[in-house]
């Protein structure tokens, strides 16, 4: 018996039995640090066990009273046929003398089965092995035995074995001289019981009418049979490996069948889903689900789809009984060979979805969706929408634009970029380029190396104030090469006062290592040695910097002095990329720059006025070309400033799209510094996928404002005209004679004067439509309000529904629709103001 | 920390699925109860229902907004072998100057798929009033309202075999014209010899047919959604799969004049198994930067774009309601008698298959 245990959900929802040679009762806990009394179920849950009875063996099917509250009553069919009522312990069923009763048949034989009437619940159906022509399925009703028992006053009111003592009778009995497998209740009905019988026959008995069967099939199929919670029609039942679904209309075949690989073992149908159909197979850790979907088309109902689940509930042993719960959605009790019991949620497919509000929506089970903000998630999006209402790019100054990036270096970089660059052309710095934003490479192109070669500068360490050096210093100068070093803000030729500046800003921001490593590469050794001894020690990089300066102090470029091997040792292990590409630089062999110049950590710019101040001509473009590429491979935007606003520069920022996702840094900087690609296809559609996003927040008056700006550029190309007039009697455009009109008296007339003017068709001279308000004609103005201003106000513009395309003056339809909802014309009931209301709904 | 909102839908039966307008400000669930629901956002926030109606005979599998430039207009489609276009109307009012009653009609029935239609979606806007239709019979059918005020009048414009049962499409979202109409198509087919799950479709505008351009050959289990990312003005199309697992795959267009016909460089990106079960629902946040995914496993996973081509899980968010959290949580409570603690996905549910089918006219449903 050990073997064979059973798991069963009470009808109080936390508690459950499990029953094999004794019945154990267990409540469920939510799961707590783990004490002797209790184990866990689930990772949430946890179960106690309250009580057992062991006052009954042989049991071979019980049930518990669904009507049970606060103690459980048990029914228990027991081999020799007698169904046994009991509890644990002292009960509230002990005044009304149900618990040590038995229902006892005429002839012993075992019970194959024990059911409470769900609806009816004190009925108890019994159903029996088969004996001479005694019937196998008894109805019992326990409400009336219980008066019985209360008259006789003794407590065993049943027993064979003392046959003086009255018996109480089965209310019903069906089944003469067969044989009873399986029993199951109707849910909706409750004198209805279907019955698997003699092991070839499914019968539907009615108890009202005990005589004669209902509806029956023939099937080998009589185990297990269960009916679905929700339709009545639909019943299941099982024989060896083989699911049979039934259809109660249609009862003489199946209307599918569902093999498996093993014997079955229990089906059940869930309680808490209209179609879920559970089964466990013999020697199986696996639950099996089908989902069975019937649906009618037409009058012709379709033959019903079936889906399998499989369910690990994680038991390390193989199942051998579980239980659904009555009320929770989709949870399952299972019970192993090993006793060991599992709390198991089935979960729903969920759907998923994510507003254009930034929500991620999902679904649980049939009842609720949950939703969450996908700020935490701080992506691109999110930065995109606050830059939209913070207007970033629509600003007049690049360099505000730079501002509203928060903590963005790339994007505040290539603003500042676009300032700089425009200021330069603007004041003449740079010229010769058709251009604003003139990138680097294409200034160094310019230089013809034939006629002018860069100049080469040499200054020998010793005179610029480190008297421990003998070799020189040598860089390179060009008057392209002062307009890079422009674009990249450093200072020409060593100029110490603007030198000075620049790094006493750098400084401001914190940037020591950057400050120093500049004023190294300016040569000035002696400005980083001060920069960096001033640095506080609380900054990150804390008195190392002081140690820094210590070590610098020690400058010589001597290739055999201990300082230089010391550093070009210990170089490495800097981690400051300033830092590291300083004692590069002043421990280079041969002028050799390469460290310095692949060193990923300097910015872009930095790295690029050095190398125009430090490679030779040659070398330089090639350098160039090299950095450009492989930043515009990276999408790094920093590579504009060599790219500049070409076609490099475009396919830079693709890259970048295409890495970031950042439409509208694209599309504003393509806008505001790529104004010849303007008319590009590319271009175009980043533009559109901006506006259209712009749209879906309903950011309608940045994305006027981003139209405007692109307005400005393309001075040409006005918007399209959206709404055409033609005349209703000739079909001739009204609007393309008005354009004609307008065309010689400039743009803004054309919403003034003439419109008003313009009553009849040009064409055919017929009259325009009229208000249907004031009955005047197109294109009169409204006089009520006419104060002799020449205000062309709104009021005066004519509309119409697009629904009805009844309309007139716009301050006439405005004050009907105040006052009435349909249409002003006679006879159209067309609801044209609450049409409108659906679309602008919110 | 991040506390999931939750709206009670009460539906009597599954949700399959939620859609929101263009704005996001409206939101339709349908079930396998039959009904659509429609919703509104009221100006704090909340989401109130609108309207609800029985939509269907059967399960009604999606629900999808049109443009709101066509209107206030849904697809549905069903188990019940039919998908329908509804139009939000206004009914009679209480009062001048108080906004109608609403309710949506049923504009029209499409009727030729002879199985379940497995998937509806509206087209791009730029085409017109385009509607695409799957089903499991295997066969994509593109409808299109030649007049886009009269909603009652689709004709079916093209007809595609698919060969396997269908069970999701998803349009090319892109908005530019260097790029042809784009289907893709998934297949829930459970044979695994009957090839590649996902096809992708072009319209040729010189032919005026819609073509097979690819088969995703590396997807052979079945497929139960698939989703094109938002295309943003990238160079490359982005495609989430789901299947039994998650599926990041680039789609790039490669030049190609003389023919006239895209080819497709396909690439798959990322394969994500973090479900350690089914995939069931993918879906695209509005800049396709991040994907959200639903699995057996009842939690909804999101990956994130860290770089070009380089895609990582970011967050769980658990079914059951208790707290988001960004980083995959284990579960601290339960601790057992010796039973280890585990990870949601090691105690779930796993589909070994789907549909078991027996008689050749039954549909598996995905």
Known sequence: MAGKLEIQWSPISNKFITWGSEICLYEVQPARETSAHVFSISNTHCAQLLATNTNHRYMRSVDIYPKSENDLLLAIGLTNGRVALSTFGPSEYDTRGFPGKELVPKHPRQCNAVLFNRNDSYLIATGLDKFRSDSSVLIWDISKFSNSDSNNSGRLAVNTMAPAVELVKPVAEFGMSELANSLAWFHGSSRLLACG??????????????????????????????????????????????????????????????????????????????????????????????????????????????????????SPHNITSFSWHSNDENRLLTIAVSGTIKDYIVFDRSTVNWTPTSCIVWSKGRKTLRYINDDFLNDVSTRMKEGARTRYGLQEDFYKNAKLVNNNEILSNVWNWLHLSAKLVDDGVIRGTSCRHPGVISIISKMDLNTTKSETVTLSWAELGNPSCQGCAKYYRHEERDKILHLCSWPLDRDLPSLTKFLEQLEKEGAYTRAAAIAVFNLAVQLAIDLLSKAPDTADFGSSLNVVAMALAGFSDDATSVWKQFCSNSKNKLTDPYLKAMFAFLTAENYNYDSVLTESGVAVDDRVAFACMFLSDGKLLEYLKWLSEKLCDEGNLDGLLLTGNTSDGLKLLQKYLDSTGDIQSTALIALRGFHADLGTQVVKDWIENYKYLLDTWKMFYERADFDIMLAQFKPNEKPPRQVYISCSFCGKSISAYMAALNRGRGQFQRMAGTANKLSSCPNCRKPLPRCSICLMHMGTTTTGEMDGSKSVSFDNWFTWCQSCRHGGHSGHMTQWFKEHQECPVTGCSCRCFAINAIASKT | MFEAQEINVEHKDLIHDVAYDFYGHRMATCSSDHYVKVWDQTSDGKWSLTYSWKAHSGSVWKVTWAHPEFGQVLATCSFDRTAAVWEEIVGETPGPGERGTRHWVRRTNLVDSRTSVTDVKFGPKTQGLQLATCSAEGIIRIYEAPDVMNLSQWTLQHEVQCKLPCSCLSWNPSLSKLHPQMLAVGSDDPNPASGGKVFIYEYSENSRRWTKLETISSITDPVHDLSFAPNLGRSFHILAVATKDVRIINLTPEEDDQSGVTKLDVQTISQFDDHNSLVWRVCWNITGTILASS???????????????????VGVLKGDGSPALSDVQRSSTATGSGSQTSTPSQTTARYIKLGSITQPRDVPWH
């Open chain 2, 295 to 313: 699995g057996d496993d009842g939690c909804v996973r999101l990956f994130k774009m860290t770089y070009i081509d380089s895609w990582k899980p």
């Open chain 1, 197 to 314: 019988m003699n092991l070839k026959n499914i019968k539907i008995y009615d108890m009202r009418d005990p005589n004669k069967m209902i509806n029956s099939t023939v099937t080998k199929a009589v185990y297990g049979i269960s009916i679905n919670y929700h339709e009545d029609r639909h019943l299941a039942s099982f024989f060896d490996n083989m699911i049979y679904l039934w259809d109660l209309r249609n009862f003489e075949k199946p209307i599918q069948t569902l093999p498996h690989a093993k014997p079955l073992v229990k089906i059940e149908w869930c309680p808490t889903r209209s179609s879920v159909l559970a089964s466990l197979q013999k020697d199986s850790s696996v639950i099996n689900l089908y989902d069975i979907q019937h649906t009618v088309v037409g009058n012709e109902e379709v033959e019903p789809t079936v889906m399998e689940r499989v369910v690990v509930p994680g």
